[in-house]
């Protein structure tokens, strides 16, 4: 197997669970440089066994990708029971000119942030990159609605009716 190297790299990891290796240190791992797709396509490390035969390195170790930066040459891999639904399930990180990506290290998150992320993923599936996703955008639904709340609240209550005011409308454009 041409990427057995990397394969039996990522079954000597354990007990970790999550891992980033430069593309240089896969290179180096395996012998032989990495091909041009992996430097440009980022569906060259899309966790999937069709037309990817270089994948299967991972798979079969039990490993899936989790993060990629093609900026800093970087892979990030997670252990596939840690992580049911990987990024490019979700099709996040692998999408080909997708739009630019907000990454950020696990360490800046609060111990309660942390707790939120991983129960939500645990609750509802997926990674805590969807939990992430999930949990953003729901804050933000919240926000607006508690924006909106505010503005009703503070707004002088109109003595007008909708309906006269339909009415009103009518009747000045049949002037």
Same mark, same amino acid.
């Given at each position: 197997?041409?990427?057995?190297?990397?394969?039996? =790299?990522?079954?000597?990891?354990?007990?970790?669970?999550?891992?980033?290796?430069?593309?240089?240190?896969?290179?180096?791992?395996?012998?032989?440089?990495?091909?041009?797709?992996?430097?440009? $396509?980022?569906? @060259? @490390?899309?966790? &999937?066994?069709?037309? $990817? /035969? =270089?994948?299967?390195? @991972?798979?079969?170790?039990? @490993?899936?990708?989790?993060?990629?930066? +093609?900026?800093?040459?970087?892979?990030?891999?997670?252990?596939?029971?840690?992580?049911? !639904?990987?990024?490019?399930?979700?099709?996040? !990180?692998?999408?080909?000119?997708?739009?630019?990506?907000? &990454?950020?290290?696990?360490?800046?998150?609060?111990?309660? !942030?942390?707790?939120?992320?991983?129960? =939500? !993923?645990?609750? $509802?599936?997926?990674? +805590?990159?969807?939990?992430?996703? &999930?949990?953003?955008?729901?804050?933000?639904?919240?926000?607006?609605?508690?924006?909106?709340?505010?503005?009703?609240?503070? /707004?002088?209550?109109?003595?007008? /009716?909708?309906?006269?005011?339909? +009415?009103?409308?009518?009747?000045?454009?049949? +002037?």
């Amino acid at each position: 197997m041409k990427y057995g190297p990397l394969k039996h =790299h990522l079954e000597g990891l354990f007990p970790a669970v999550e891992t980033r290796l430069d593309f240089a240190d896969i290179e180096r791992i395996l012998g032989f440089g990495l091909p041009r797709s992996a430097y440009e $396509h980022p569906a @060259w @490390w899309s966790n &999937t066994r069709a037309g $990817h /035969s =270089h994948a299967a390195a @991972w798979l079969d170790a039990g @490993w899936k990708t989790a993060a990629l930066d +093609r900026a800093a040459r970087t892979v990030g891999f997670v252990k596939a029971e840690a992580a049911p !639904a990987g990024v490019a399930e979700e099709q996040a !990180a692998f999408l080909q000119d997708a739009p630019a990506m907000v &990454t950020f290290p696990l360490a800046a998150l609060g111990e309660r !942030a942390l707790r939120m992320i991983d129960e =939500h !993923a645990k609750e $509802h599936g997926g990674d +805590r990159a969807g939990a992430c996703v &999930t949990l953003l955008n729901q804050l933000a639904n919240d926000r607006l609605v508690a924006m909106v709340e505010w503005f009703q609240n503070a /707004s002088t209550p109109s003595t007008i /009716s909708g309906a006269d005011l339909i +009415r009103e409308d009518r009747d000045s454009d049949e +002037r």
